[in-house]
């Protein structure tokens, strides 16, 4: 969805180097996520954010944190890489409300040698 | 705690015939139930959700879902299957506080 984006799209990095992930959404949703995916396990929720001072922990926040610095704006980040966090990272963003629908980016990929 | 199960990983489909994709869900409420599915290199792109209103649900590209709370399913059908509907199709439930629970995938394969 191009309401929602995500940079970078690709990326290399190393065994203890810290990187970020950033999101960007137009929609206006209040609401924001970050998950990962990995092959035969779905997607997992790693932190979300109601507001931009609302911040809390998914499933899998170990080794992992964010930064709400807007409304729009949602940023993942690995302060010490490992090879067990390769994977791809899907930012999201919904209305406030309940049974709302998630709108996803389009997924920044990210390999940790 | 909430969970969903979707009961075939990989299904295999010939262009024209139906697609059936089977998804569990295990809540001690009534949840939302959401099906979402991932192009190859895209982003989750949701086909249909059921939020307690009529439980047989229709989405976009054909696709449609019906609830059944006594066999805690949401069956994913479409009756003729399209070369375009390759791709991996998810399950997912809504888990409180506006949150998603997964199932792991089924990855769908539309041959000649």
């Known amino acids: 969805d191009a309401d929602v984006t995500q940079t970078p799209r690709n990326r290399i990095t190393k065994t203890g180097k810290r990187i970020m992930l950033e999101c960007s959404q137009t929609k206006g949703h209040d609401r924001m996520y970050w998950y990962r995916q990995d092959p035969g396990l779905g997607l997992r929720l790693i932190y979300y954010s109601f507001d931009v001072k609302d911040i809390n922990k998914g499933e899998i926040s170990d080794g992992y944190s964010v930064s709400r610095q807007a409304q729009a704006k949602f940023s993942l980040s690995l302060e010490s890489a490992i090879p067990n966090q390769t994977a791809l990272y899907f930012c999201?963003?919904?209305?406030?409300?309940?049974?709302?629908?998630?709108?996803f980016g389009p997924g920044t990929r990210l390999l940790v040698l | 705690a909430q969970s969903v199960t979707q009961l075939d990983s990989h299904v295999s489909v010939s262009e024209g015939t139906p697609v059936l994709l089977r998804c569990n869900y295990s809540?001690?409420?009534?949840?939302?139930l959401f099906w979402y599915v991932q192009h190859p290199n895209k982003g989750l792109q949701l086909l249909l959700k059921y939020t307690s209103a009529a439980t047989l649900v229709k989405g976009i590209n054909g696709f449609e879902a019906e609830f059944k709370k006594s066999e805690t399913s949401f069956h994913l059908t479409k009756p003729s299957a399209h070369m375009s509907d390759a791709a991996e199709y998810f399950c997912a439930s809504g888990g409180g506080y506006n949150k998603l629970i997964f199932g792991a995938g089924t990855r769908l394969a539309v041959h000649p």
């Open positions: 999201a963003t919904q209305s406030a409300g309940s049974q709302e629908t998630q709108y």
């Open positions: 809540s001690s409420y009534s949840p939302s």
